[in-house]
């Protein structure tokens, strides 16, 4: 199982949670996407990977209560463990080499804009 090491409700439907996951940080690229179950029973819910701490081994995924998948997810409290994770799954986001980026999101898509911004940081 991996454990949630943090949660915290970034609006009145929207949260944030940090979760456990080594092996999935260590391959992890911006853009893409992790899936979560809650139990055995449960959907699977697909949620992008909006930062990853690899010292820490854990990723953090922005999500927004839109049905009953997405409110078991908020009610899972920190030290619980989700019943699955897989992932990074996705194609990962492409940086053209020595052009310029503009940015652009809106609602929960601007999950994605953190990894993306950082890895341009980076080259």
Known sequence: ?????????VAADTFLMEIEAPDIVAAAKPGQFVILMTDEKAERVPLT???????????T??????????????EIEI????????????????FPQGQRAVIAAGGI???????VIAALKEE
């Open 49 to 59: 990977i909006a930062d990853t701490d690899k010292e820490r081994g854990s990723l």
């Open 61 to 74: 995924v922005i999500f927004k209560i839109m049905g009953r998948s997405t409110g078991d997810l908020s």
């Open 1 to 9: 199982m991996n454990k949630i090491i943090r949660k915290e409700r």
């Open 79 to 94: 030290e619980d463990g989700l019943y699955h994770i897989a992932g990074p799954m996705g194609r990962p986001t492409e």
């Open 109 to 115: 898509g601007i999950a994605l804009i953190y990894p």
